[in-house]
């Protein structure tokens, strides 16, 4: 809620919204189920490189990874490796953007906006 309220100070943040409970139930239940899938509207703001990025990300199968060189081959940007780490860094919508299925050419985790730990857990719950 604080990275809410920082990220939004202006915003008057209003609990007990059916609608929103609903998105939140959601989510978490793909969290805990990642095989269900995730269908949400969402407001990705990026430059084009990384809007192209993440919707590769989003095509990664629950309970697969994809190196960083992958995702950059696929984009049609080989040479893109570094930026596309950049790219999934970048990205400020966990889960629905699975970044923490991006994993080092050598299938070693690396780096993850929210902690290694954290993509550990993701990818262990996927791949049960």
């Not at 192209?52 to 081959?73: C, D, H």
């Not at 490796?81 to 790219?87: C, F, I, L, Y």
């Not at 990205?91 to 629905?96: L, Q």
């Amino acid at each position: 809620m604080q990275d809410l309220e920082d990220k939004f100070p202006k915003a008057n943040l209003i609990g007990a919204d059916q609608g929103f409970e609903q998105l939140v139930a959601q989510v978490v239940g793909f969290v805990e189920a990642p095989g269900i899938g995730l269908d949400l509207p969402l407001d990705l703001q990026g430059t084009a490189f990384q809007e192209r990025v993440w919707q590769a990300l989003r095509e990664i199968p629950a309970g697969s990874t994809a190196s960083y060189a992958e995702i950059a081959e696929r984009i049609g940007a080989p040479k893109a490796v570094r930026a596309v780490a950049k790219a999934c860094g970048a990205n400020s919508i966990a889960v629905a953007v699975p970044c923490h299925r991006v994993v080092r050419s050598d299938g070693n985790l690396s780096g993850y906006r929210w902690g290694v730990e954290r993509k550990q857990q993701l990818l262990e719950r996927e791949r049960r």
